[in-house]
């Protein structure tokens, strides 16, 4: 028997005698000292752990393996893959929420209900946190189990549907099914057609239609959101998510009775579209120490890189959340969404590792600890990735076992390296950063060569299916979402942004580099993590903007959003007093909001010299919480907002990266504002 027969076969043995586990409890009298749930642990931990593999079916002769698909080309290109899809999540979605493979028991592991899970028990003292690993140098490597033990559940359960399937049906979705692995959702490139930043498959409350085994029919949309069977105030104590028999994102209230406003989420993530495209491409291109990429944890010897892709990750968790399940990390799991995001985020990581593979996870203090670690401890490459076993004999994941994706039976379409040398590799990742993230990023609008040493005449962004086409950046009009409920809580209140689109070399002024250079300027953000009760944002605005916090997310002057992620709305009343004081950073680039600026006249170069005293006058912040209400900049503890400019050479093809210089503090810039950096502080 094959090593993949044999794991497939193992997966599948656990499925089934967990599913037995369930049934034997359900059937069973309860002893009064044992809840269902302690029933079900008990006897699954008589079972051994489970090894989480991923999923190893599709692996070809010459080293292939099945790519993870962005979610949009996995609909389109490959629809009986897209139709097994749906249809494992809604079975997977209403397993029993005591059985350790549910939706709600996998969701459940990242924060809430702080509860064992397969057997791994809460350090002393630590019952207070879940598994997952924030703020710490292991953010990016223990999700890279979480994923693959979600995939691997998944494709049991497409398994299982397509055995019910009869004849030539069971044949075809057999062979869809052999290479089904979890697509990633791509917040950051140009969506194709001018589409909508959160695809429609996701924001749509409409039922789908389906091919089943019982033929064809209509279900509840799996992606749109996750129904609780039901609510245990125990499990999900933080009102209002304790009041939400549904997964909600930017909710209409705080009620039980409240519904999503996926439009508004629509319309936020398109006006900062271009803030977090600009974030992806400067962490490809700047950023070459694995644990300053990795972590948004502030050190002293950062080096002045305040960037990383868990910062990255809080602002789209804030952008899609709003005050629903995604703005917090003890509840986020559990929304469809969550999965596409962090996939996206193991991708990039994944693509970031083969551009530098000298570099990995050093040692680093943990700030927080989890359900299984302390506050202080050292974490490293070693430490065990719990509660995710490598086997059923008790074994964990670590950094260095799950530091290849392939090791878990999957990868992504820029990362073929089967007959592929190592440095071809490595071109061919820069090449798809180029195309994907950087064709309209500062450092490419304006002319440069292509690899085959002609001029560039034309730059603009392709979109997720290959075609090129422009993109606007907040129309606030939502483009193909049409909604009323944008009308809700202040929706006739949003300023428009009219006509704003990723910019192109036909639109970049001239003289905006010299020598092929020029400067790029990006304000730097440090605060402290439980600053606030409950995640909040931090926007930048380079202009005026209204006094009404509800419009900031949506305003024309707005450059980015930043968000500081929090475990739940009440994160710092219940943080160790020793934590409240631990820093975070992240970044909002400025330079594509000045290169708009030069355009409409208002300066006419990016010499310091031009934008230090236009930064001066023009650049303002402001502190929202997740209810849209504003909390005064000076009453914000630890709050920093510092401007830095580099100069940038340019690269001279689709195949190079820019190359960045020393950072300079622009200190004239903030000196006047109370909570800006001043000459003399620490950076």
């Known amino acids: 028997m094959s090593f993949v027969m044999a794991t497939t076969r193992l997966v599948l043995v656990w499925s089934v005698a967990l599913a037995l586990v369930g049934h034997l409890v359900q059937a069973m009298p309860s002893p009064e000292t044992l809840s269902k749930r302690d029933r079900v642990m008990l006897m699954q931990r008589q079972l051994g752990t489970l090894g989480i593999t991923g999923v190893q079916s599709g692996r070809g002769s010459d080293g292939s393996v099945p790519f993870r698909l962005e979610i949009r080309q996995m609909q389109i290109q490959n629809p009986d893959q ?15 929420q005591n059985q350790l493979l549910s ?28 598994y997952c690993t924030h703020t710490s140098v292991l953010f990016g490597t223990w999700h890279r189990p979480y994923l693959a033990l979600y995939e691997q559940v998944l494709y049991n359960t497409i398994q299982q549907i397509v055995n019910e399937f009869n004849g030539t049906e069971q044949e075809r979705y057999r062979g869809a099914a052999e290479t089904f692995r979890i697509p990633y959702w791509d917040w950051a490139a140009a969506p194709a057609d001018n589409g909508p930043v959160l695809p429609t498959s996701v924001s749509s409350a409409a039922d789908v239609t389906v091919n089943s085994p019982t033929g064809i029919r209509s279900m ?22 304790s009041r939400w028999i549904t997964t909600l994102r930017y909710p209409t209230g705080q009620g ?8 508004l989420v629509e319309q936020q993530l398109r006006n900062n579209r271009l803030s977090y495209r600009d974030r992806l491409y400067n962490l490809f291109t700047a950023y ?16 002045g890189n305040y960037d990383s892709i868990e910062s990255v990750h809080d602002q789209i968790h804030g952008l899609t959340g709003n005050g629903g399940h995604m703005s917090y990390v003890d509840y986020s799991a559990f929304d469809p969404i969550f999965y596409l995001h962090h996939t996206m985020v193991d991708r990039i990581a994944a693509m970031w590792q083969v551009l530098h593979p000298e570099t990995f996870v050093e040692p680093r203090a943990n700030s927080f600890g989890t359900y299984t670690t302390a506050p202080g401890g050292v974490e490293d490459a070693n430490s065990p990735l719990t509660p995710f076993h490598s086997n059923d004999q008790g074994a964990f994941w670590t950094s260095n076992s799950a530091r290849s994706e392939k090791t878990f039976g999957y990868t992504y379409p820029e990362l073929v390296d089967w007959n592929v040398s190592p440095e071809q590799l490595r071109t061919n990742v820069r090449a798809a950063v180029n195309r994907l993230y950087g064709n ?16 560039v005449r034309s730059i603009s962004p392709r979109g997720l299916d290959g075609s090129e086409r422009l993109t606007p950046r907040g129309d606030i009009g939502g483009g193909k979402q049409q909604s009323n409920e944008g009308e809700i809580n202040g929706g006739d209140r949003l300023v428009r942004r009219t006509n704003y689109t990723d910019p192109t070399l036909a639109d970049t002024p001239k003289g905006v580099s010299r020598d092929g250079k020029y400067n790029e300027y990006i304000a730097n953000i440090r605060v402290q993590k439980h600053a606030l009760d409950g995640s909040f944002f931090v926007h930048i605005f380079l202009g005026d903007y209204s006094p009404d916090a509800f419009a900031w997310a949506f305003e024309p002057n707005l450059v980015g959003s930043h968000c500081v992620f929090q475990k739940d709305p009440g994160a710092c009343s219940k943080c160790d007093v020793a934590n409240n004081e631990v820093e975070v950073t992240g970044v909002i680039p400025l330079t594509t909001a000045l290169l708009e600026s030069i355009k409409q006249g208002k300066i006419c170069s990016l010499d310091p010299e031009e934008v230090d005293p236009y930064l001066k006058e023009n650049l303002h912040w402001r502190v929202s919480k997740m209810d849209d209400t504003s909390v005064p900049n000076e009453e914000v503890p630890g709050l920093q907002v510092t401007v830095i400019s580099a100069e940038v050479r340019k690269p001279n093809n689709d195949e190079e990266f820019p190359e960045w210089g020393a950072p300079q503090t622009r200190a004239d810039v903030t ?3 109370k909570t800006g950096y001043h000459e003399g502080d620490s950076i």
């Open 440 to 455: 309209t990023a500062p450092a490419n609008v304006v002319v440069r060569r292509r690899s085959d040493g002609q001029p």
């Open 671 to 673: 000196e006047d504002k």
């Open 82 to 96: 897209w139709n097994l899809y749906l249809l494992g999540l809604e079975r997977l979605q209403a397993v029993d």
């Open 288 to 303: 070459s120490n694995y644990t300053e990429f990795a972590s948004k944890a502030w050190f002293p010897d950062n080096g």
């Open 103 to 130: 939706w709600y028991q996998i969701s459940g592991i990242h924060g809430r209900p702080y509860t064992d899970w397969d057997g791994v028990p809460a350090a002393p003292g630590q019952n207070n946190n879940g």
């Open 256 to 263: 039980a009775g409240a519904t999503s406003r996926n439009n």
């Open 220 to 241: 509840r949309n799996p992606l749109y959101a996750y129904r609780f069977s039901q609510l245990n105030t125990n499990d999900l104590p933080d009102p209002p998510l």
